[in-house]
């Protein structure tokens, strides 16, 4: 089956570890995005790739490094200088952007606890 | 700053009913639209994508763009209390490959 895989589905760290929130897809698609979202907000992006060894930030990247080595693998840690990394982690593809495809597909999410 | 906007809501419509929900958009150069579907305590889900103006249908879905007014809406008819979710518009930014989403508006459907 192609799709999004993120792992773990849960996350508990401590104030001040830095964590790593995999996201892995078999779709062969160019592009992959990293989100965050707190409840009741929309979704805000933290980073995105959209070529192999090479991505950009979003809005939200303070606190944040990816890298993307893989086209399949897009990885996001999460540092401890983000001040409030509790949150719902979205990783997102999407096939040819720079040809048109724009449509992204999520993963099922990882949800980061720090305390 | 781009922005999507789009009514919190709860929107409530008894099953059969059709539900609208809307969204404006502040990037006037947008041109690709986008309505995703999010359970609660789930990832999004895309169910439809515009990006000419007027009608677009799929079973019981249909969008609606209206770029001269910058306003995109969501038809679900004979809604069904499975549809009850968190409805997102998303907005591809003009310019880039990347989307902007609205915060969403929650939709119930009671039986």
């Known amino acids: 089956d192609g799709g999004i895989t993120q792992s773990p589905k849960y996350l508990f760290r401590k104030e001040g570890q830095n964590v790593t929130l995999s996201c892995e897809q078999n779709?062969?698609?160019?592009?992959m995005y990293w989100y965050r979202q707190d409840p009741g907000q929309g979704l805000r992006l933290i980073y995105y790739s959209q070529i192999v060894n090479d991505f950009q930030k979003g809005d939200i990247a303070e606190g944040y490094s990816v890298s993307r080595e893989k086209k399949e693998s897009f990885p996001l840690t999460v540092t401890s200088a983000q001040k409030n990394p509790t949150a719902f982690y979205l990783c997102?593809?999407?096939?040819?952007?720079?040809?048109?495809?724009?449509?992204?597909?999520f993963g099922p999410g990882t949800r980061l606890t720090v305390t | 700053q781009k922005e999507v906007e789009q009514n919190s809501g709860p929107l409530s419509v008894p099953e059969g009913a059709i539900a609208s929900l809307n969204c404006t958009y502040s990037?006037?150069?947008?041109?690709?639209f986008f309505w995703y579907r999010q359970y609660s305590g789930k990832s999004p889900e895309l169910i439809m994508s515009i990006y000419s103006n007027g009608d677009k249908e799929d079973g019981r879905f249909t969008a609606q763009l209206n770029k001269a007014s910058q306003y995109v809406s969501l038809l679900i008819r004979d809604s069904q209390p499975s549809d009850s979710a968190t409805y997102l518009c998303a907005v591809k930014d003009s310019g880039y490959s990347t989307l902007t989403f609205g915060k969403g508006t929650m939709l119930l459907v009671s039986p």
């Open positions: 997102a593809s999407s096939s040819s952007p720079l040809a048109g495809g724009y449509e992204q597909y």
């Open positions: 779709l062969n698609h160019d592009a």
């Open positions: 990037d006037r150069g947008s041109q690709s």
